[in-house]
């Protein structure tokens, strides 16, 4: 079985300040990939990042940009120059593509995010 | 751009009564999902199509819902007897297939049951 861990229920930041939201996952397979998903409130979920397990090289898409540490199952976001607009709920997920659970995407529990002008 | 469609967008039912929610997916995506979202947590898979046919429906309680895609095209998924337990978003998503991983996600419906 594939989980994946957020241990931040809530963060805040100040506008055009820069912050971190972390996740965790465990898989048996070698080939995966790992998404950050974006929630807005009373709005539908909206990818903000991706990033292919076999490249050691960190997505960058914009301000976001990720920490992928393979060996220790680490996949964290970071959020540079924030603006109200991040304002969201953000999802850490997984997707196998192989295994049992191939084409499955298993997600977080969520870390809301708050920006504040 | 295209989008996922659902509806209704929400939904307040009784106890014991039937329900039925219908998605839209993005045209030629091969692959829909129907995610089932309790309010402060993320999605649980419910149940996975490909084409016409189910891929994964280890997580849809089979007693009481039911899904189908019958042309691989739109889809519905059906509560019967809803519980009060079932009072969630309920998510549509597709992908253009099982082996691309980006999932278009729509508005979702959300079920309020008394």
């Known amino acids: 079985a594939q989980t994946v861990t957020q241990s931040q229920p809530e963060m805040s930041v100040q506008e055009a300040e820069t912050v971190t939201l972390s996740c965790t996952y465990d898989?048996?397979?070698?080939?995966?990939?790992l998404f950050w998903y974006k929630q807005p409130p009373s709005r539908q979920m909206i990818l903000v990042i991706r990033?292919?397990?076999?490249?050691?090289q960190n997505a960058t898409e914009n301000r976001f940009s990720v920490n992928f540490q393979k060996a220790a199952k680490s996949f964290s976001l970071k959020i540079s120059d924030s603006q109200l607009g991040d304002t969201a709920m953000y999802f850490c997920?997984?997707?196998?593509?192989?295994?049992?659970?191939?084409?499955?995407?298993?997600f977080g529990q969520g870390t809301i995010l708050t920006v504040h002008p | 751009e295209a989008e996922v469609a659902q509806s209704p967008r929400y939904k307040i039912t009784e106890k014991s009564q039937a329900v039925a929610f219908w998605c839209d997916p993005i045209?030629?995506?091969?692959?829909l999902y129907w995610y089932r979202q309790i309010l402060g947590q993320g999605p649980e898979l419910l149940v996975q199509?490909?084409?016409?046919?189910?891929?994964?429906d280890s997580q849809l309680p089979k007693d009481r819902f039911s899904a189908e895609r019958l042309k691989g095209v739109d889809s519905t998924l059906k509560i019967q007897p809803a519980e009060l337990g079932d009072s969630a978003m309920y998510l549509c998503?597709?992908?253009?297939?099982?082996?691309?991983?980006?999932?278009?996600f729509g508005p979702g419906t959300r079920l309020t049951v008394t």
């Open positions: 998503a597709s992908s253009k297939d099982r082996r691309i991983y980006e999932q278009y």
């Open positions: 990033q292919e397990a076999y490249k050691q």
């Open positions: 199509f490909q084409d016409e046919s189910v891929v994964d």
């Open positions: 997920a997984l997707h196998n593509a192989g295994g049992t659970s191939y084409g499955k995407l298993t």
């Open positions: 898989t048996s397979e070698n080939n995966y990939y």
């Open positions: 045209s030629g995506h091969a692959t």
